[in-house]
């Protein structure tokens, strides 16, 4: 699943490209998109015309916000996709929404082979209140004394569930939460409460730090994840832990690193140097 550094690099490439661009048509190409949009959403007649005025991220979530308050909030969850491409690419039966401009070749694409992601067509002021009930604070954002507040506000969670936990900290999944968790030198089974003063900036410093490395990489492509213009990107040639059982601990050179279950979550981590 793209977590916030693949999202936050799919939305920098939108933007570059999309903002001030003015809608020509905005069409379903499949019945499912239709039938899960939210009670009060819009036709997708209701956008023609009008231009992108900005996209962002938020947690996992992209946002577009075009002319007159009319918004779109998307969730790639699996396998969803949200691309640039050439009108004369071929549309398959896993793109499921498209969207083109007056004065741009290119047309948008959102494809999801598996349907779990989300397009829904609101207006701002539900969008809003829609991320403010689910999402906690943003890891690239949140100053060290608020971050380790929610480690004692949450203390009883494990540190893998913590980190994934969106109403704590929004963003982070499988993936980020075990390279930082190795990059910190914590077991992932610890209680977020035990922490130290010391760990707990440790744990801040890794957040920070990795999900900055994994944005320059432009994101990892494990399965299906591609940037705005369909690219891969390179982070999981970089990955310390995650997916590599049985492989050689980077750092400690001793042990294997090892995959346990937390909460029905595979969790990758070196059993010597993550204590
Ligand atoms: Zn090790």
Redesign the pocket.
Same mark, same amino acid.
């Given at each position: 699943m793209p977590e916030l550094p693949e999202v936050e690099t799919i939305v920098r490439g939108l933007k570059s490209e999309l903002v001030g661009q003015r809608v020509k048509e905005f069409r379903f190409l499949s019945p499912h998109l239709e039938k899960e949009q939210l009670p009060g959403s819009f036709q997708p007649a209701t956008y023609k015309g009008r231009k992108i005025l900005d996209i962002r991220r938020r947690g996992k979530m992209i946002i577009i916000e075009f002319e007159g308050r009319l918004g779109w909030l998307v969730h790639l969850k699996m396998t969803g996709q949200l691309f640039l491409t050439e009108p004369e690419c071929k549309i398959d039966k896993h793109t499921h929404a498209l969207l083109k401009f007056y004065r741009l070749k290119k047309e948008l694409r959102f494809r999801d082979i598996r349907k779990f992601g989300f397009l829904n067509c609101l207006d701002l002021t539900q969008i809003e209140g829609k991320i403010g009930n689910d999402l906690g604070p943003e890891p690239l954002e949140i100053d060290l004394a608020s971050f380790k507040r929610l480690l004692k506000t949450h203390g009883k969670k494990r540190l893998k569930n913590w980190l994934l936990d969106q109403k704590i900290i929004a963003g982070i999944g499988n993936i980020y939460s075990d390279e930082i968790l190795f990059r910190a030198g914590l077991n992932p089974f610890r209680l977020a409460g035990s922490l130290t003063d010391r760990e707990a900036t440790r744990l801040y410093r890794a957040m920070k730090r990795v999900l900055k490395e994994a944005i320059a990489f432009k994101g990892s492509s494990i399965s299906d994840y591609v940037d705005a213009s369909g690219e891969r990107g390179r982070f999981q040639e970089r990955h310390q832990v995650y997916a590599r059982e049985g492989r050689l #601990?980077p750092? #400690?050179r +001793?042990?294997k690193i090892i995959r346990k279950k937390i909460n029905g979550r595979s969790t990758f981590f #070196?059993p010597? #140097? +993550?204590d």
């Open positions: #601990c750092r #400690c +001793q042990e #070196c010597g #140097c +993550q």
